[in-house]
T-cell receptor, first 114, second 113 residues
Framework: AQKITQTQPGMFVQEKEAVTLDCTYD???????LFWYKQPSSGEMIFLIY??????QNATEGRYSLNFQKARKSANLVISASQLGDSAMYFC???????????FGAGTTVTVRA | EAQVTQNPRYLITVTGKKLTVTCSQN?????MSWYRQDPGLGLRQIYY???????DKGDVPEGYKVSRKEKRNFPLILESPSPNQTSLYFC????????????FGPGTRLTVT
């Protein structure tokens, strides 16, 4: 069984500052993938970034980076230079590499202040 | 444009009246899935399908049915909806298992009274 924990229900961040969203996970799968999705107020789910458990380097996609610490079972998302459009709910999710099930955390709401 | 479509986007219905939410993808993906989103619980998987005629239960399958007769379509059926099925529903597809991004539809907001 897989479990994703996001302990921050809501956060405020000042525009242009960086913000870190926490995500810890638990799994018995030897190989797995970690994902972050963004859900703006309009409701759609937008894929942001992926990290494989076997990847040696932390994933980066533009202003998004994933701070992957395998021994601590954590996969925190860092958003640099926050923009007003980053205000949204963010979900951490994971799946076994050979699995078809994506398990989600409860989400963290980020509000960017001007 | 590569996309996953769902219909209807919004639905208000009454307890016990059968309904179907359609899902279609144009990316030739083998894998499709249904999730429901409830406040404080994130998204939970209802059913998934690895290919045509191959489906399996997710975490919360009770009260739902699915079918996969064509690769592009994966409808979600509520035979006798109940108020506890009021939720936001997402269909998703991907080209493989856990190493692949899932593409989500726009969501269907269902209210059962």
């Amino acid at each position: 069984a897989q479990k994703i924990t996001q302990t921050q229900p809501g956060m405020f961040v000042q525009e242009k500052e960086a913000v870190t969203l926490d995500c810890t996970y638990d799994t018995s799968d030897p190989s797995y993938g970690l994902f972050w999705y963004k859900q703006p107020s309009s409701g759609e789910m937008i894929f942001l970034i992926y990290q494989g458990s076997y990847d040696q380097q932390n994933a980066t996609e533009g202003r998004y980076s994933l701070n992957f610490q395998k021994a601590r079972k954590s996969a925190n998302l860092v958003i640099s230079a926050s923009q007003l459009g980053d205000s949204a709910m963010y979900f951490c999710a994971m799946s076994g590499i050979n699995d078809y099930k994506l398990s989600f955390g409860a989400g963290t709401t980020v509000t960017v202040r001007a | 444009e590569a996309q996953v479509t769902q219909n209807p986007r919004y639905l208000i219905t009454v307890t016990g009246k059968k309904l179907t939410v359609t899902c279609s993808q144009n990316m030739n993906h083998e894998y499709m899935s249904w999730y429901r989103q409830d406040p404080g619980l994130g998204l939970r998987q209802i059913y998934y399908s690895m290919n045509v005629e191959v489906t399996d239960k997710g975490d919360v399958p009770e009260g739902y049915k699915v079918s996969r007769k064509e690769k592009r379509n994966f409808p979600l059926i509520l035979e006798s909806p109940s108020p506890n099925q009021t939720s936001l529903y997402f269909c998703a597809s991907s080209s493989g298992g856990g190493a692949f991004e899932q593409y989500f539809g726009p969501g269907t907001r269902l209210t059962v009274t």
